[in-house]
């Protein structure tokens, strides 16, 4: 059995967090995992750099930010660190299938991340992370961590079982514009929401990416 045909076999237990790389899909997936004890979170999948036992919207206290994947040229190990928010799971189109069924709990969810923004043949739940990243970031600034990426604007789409997430909204500084797109995606999950504690994880993740553009500039 392949991964999509166990996904589609018990599609209640799983929800799947789709966005391109550095479209903010690893907090995406916080969010989710922290609004509700009904979804799988362990440990291990805190992405700590020093192994840390975290919660799904607590940050590190052993570094600025989650484990680096990757070193880049133009930043610094701290400016990389304020950056990540990263999870300790495999990709779905990656994850193997030992790993997959070491996550899985008959009673619980569990979210898996893609970057296959196609991905069109699950039946759970799908939340897509859409909107525009010039609206999150300046996008002509040479700090931007974005800059090297794909199209800076993803557009949603309709289907019964996704849910389009609008990303500049969630970011937003006006409380009201993020609470009515923190509560839509709530209400598509049917869970009850954490608004303090997802709140406060997004405003500290918005300051982590100033101070990261204020170092890259400065250097």
């Given at each position: 059995?392949?991964i999509i045909s166990l996904i589609n076999k018990s599609p209640k237990n799983f929800c799947v967090?789709?966005?391109?790389?550095?479209?903010?899909?690893?907090?995406?997936?916080?969010?989710?995992?922290?609004?509700?004890?009904?979804?799988?979170?362990?440990?291990?999948?805190?992405?700590?750099?020093?192994?840390?036992?975290?919660?799904?919207?607590?940050?590190?206290?052993?570094?600025?930010?989650?484990?680096?994947?990757?070193?880049?040229?133009?930043?610094?190990?701290?400016?990389?660190?304020?950056?990540?928010?990263?999870?300790?799971i495999s990709l779905l189109e990656k994850i193997p299938m030992k790993e997959l069924r070491h996550?899985?709990?008959?009673?619980?969810?569990?979210?898996?991340?893609?970057?296959?923004?196609?991905?069109?043949?699950?039946?759970?739940?799908?939340?897509?992370?859409?909107?525009?990243?010039?609206?999150?970031?300046?996008?002509?600034?040479?700090?931007?961590?974005?800059?090297?990426?794909?199209?800076?604007?993803?557009?949603?789409?309709?289907?019964?079982?996704?849910?389009?997430?609008?990303?500049?909204?969630?970011?937003?500084?006006?409380?009201?514009?993020?609470?009515?797109?923190?509560?839509?995606?709530?209400?598509?999950l049917d869970c009850k929401p954490n608004i303090n504690n997802v709140r406060q994880y997004l405003?500290?993740?918005?300051?982590?990416?100033?101070?990261?553009?204020?170092?890259?500039?400065?250097?």
């Amino acid at each position: 059995m392949d991964i999509i045909s166990l996904i589609n076999k018990s599609p209640k237990n799983f929800c799947v967090v789709q966005a391109l790389p550095r479209f903010y899909g690893s907090v995406v997936y916080r969010i989710i995992a922290g609004s509700s004890k009904e979804y799988v979170w362990d440990k291990n999948m805190g992405g700590a750099a020093a192994n840390e036992d975290l919660n799904p919207l607590e940050w590190p206290h052993l570094t600025e930010g989650s484990g680096i994947y990757t070193t880049w040229e133009y930043a610094t190990f701290v400016q990389q660190h304020l950056m990540t928010a990263h999870i300790s799971i495999s990709l779905l189109e990656k994850i193997p299938m030992k790993e997959l069924r070491h996550k899985l709990d008959k009673n619980r969810i569990l979210v898996l991340k893609s970057h296959d923004m196609d991905l069109d043949n699950v039946e759970c739940k799908i939340v897509r992370v859409v909107g525009d990243l010039t609206k999150v970031t300046d996008f002509k600034n040479r700090s931007c961590a974005w800059r090297a990426k794909n199209k800076p604007v993803i557009e949603p789409i309709y289907k019964d079982n996704v849910h389009n997430l609008i990303l500049q909204n969630l970011l937003s500084s006006d409380f009201n514009i993020f609470l009515d797109e923190y509560i839509k995606l709530i209400q598509f999950l049917d869970c009850k929401p954490n608004i303090n504690n997802v709140r406060q994880y997004l405003l500290l993740s918005k300051d982590k990416l100033t101070r990261y553009n204020d170092l890259v500039e400065n250097n």
